[in-house]
């Protein structure tokens, strides 16, 4: 699968902004999803993870209450819906696609997903 990353941009903080993902391949529905992302100089961290049929959320500590990940998987793609964004918000945003996951799953692990997408980058200015 294929991934491309989009919506990015420059905002000033407390902003919203809404980036996407879209899937190529006839398996994205089987797949869970996860938004990353990579701040100058830093290790690359989880921001949020969707299960396959979209019912299921996990997020990051600091995107708990201001980052929605959700899914739509008849057009094979997922999103990050961000708001009162910060300056620490700063950063290459990620998406990435498990693959075919033989029982439990660690939504916050780097090396548990398959395929990533390129990035988009989101600059919050304070």
């Known amino acids: 699968v294929q991934l491309q990353a989009s919506g990015g941009g420059l905002v000033q903080a407390g902003d919203s902004l809404r980036l996407s993902c879209a899937a190529s391949?006839?398996?994205?529905?089987?797949?869970?999803m996860g938004w990353f992302r990579q701040a100058p100089g830093k290790e690359r961290e989880f921001v949020a993870g969707?299960?396959?049929?979209?019912?299921?959320?996990y997020y990051a500590d600091f995107a708990k209450g201001r980052f929605t990940i959700s899914r739509d998987n008849a057009r094979s793609t997922v999103s990050l819906q961000m708001s009162s964004l910060k300056s620490e918000d700063t950063a290459v945003y990620y998406c990435?696609?498990?693959?075919?996951?033989?029982?439990?799953?660690?939504?916050?692990?780097?090396?548990?997903?398959?395929?990533w997408g390129q990035g988009t980058q989101v600059t919050v200015s304070s």
């Open positions: 990435a696609a498990s693959g075919l996951i033989s029982g439990s799953f660690d939504y916050s692990r780097k090396d548990g997903y398959a395929y």
């Open positions: 969707i299960d396959w049929r979209g019912s299921l959320t």
């Open positions: 391949g006839r398996t994205f529905s089987s797949y869970a």
